[in-house]
Nanobody, 129 residues
């Protein structure tokens, strides 16, 4: 699976952005999908995940209530709708995938970057104060 994230940009506090991740593989519907983010000098941070069929989602506490992850398996895309953006949301956002993590959507550990097999190139999100 090849992942390409897009939709990042420079916005102001309180604004919204919608990130998209396009997948070129034919087995997209088999993958658990997620978004991580990273600030220079810090570890990659889990943001949100969605199961292969889109029925279940998981969010980090820092974005819960503001961000929404969704997917369209027919179009091979996953989105991250980000509302109420804050300066601390500034980071490079990565789209990631794995075929084995549906079962962990409610378990501790899914936030660990090393569990995820496929990583795309990131898209920069900058939120000015």
């Amino acid at each position: 699976v090849q992942l390409q994230a897009s939709g990042g940009g420079l916005v102001q506090t309180g604004d919204s952005l919608r990130l998209a991740c396009a997948n070129s593989g034919r087995t997209f519907s088999l993958y658990t999908m997620a978004w991580f983010r990273q600030v220079p000098g810090k570890e990659r941070e889990f943001v949100a995940a969605i199961t292969s069929n889109g029925a279940n989602t998981r969010y980090s506490d820092s974005v819960k209530g503001r961000f929404t992850i969704s997917r369209d398996n027919a179009k091979h895309t996953v989105h991250l709708q980000m509302n109420g953006l804050k300066p601390e949301d500034t980071a490079v956002y990565y789209c990631v995938a794995d075929r084995t993590l549906d079962r962990m959507i409610r378990q501790q550990g899914i936030e660990r970057p090393r569990l995820w097999d496929e990583w795309g190139q990131g898209t920069q999100v900058t939120v000015s104060s």
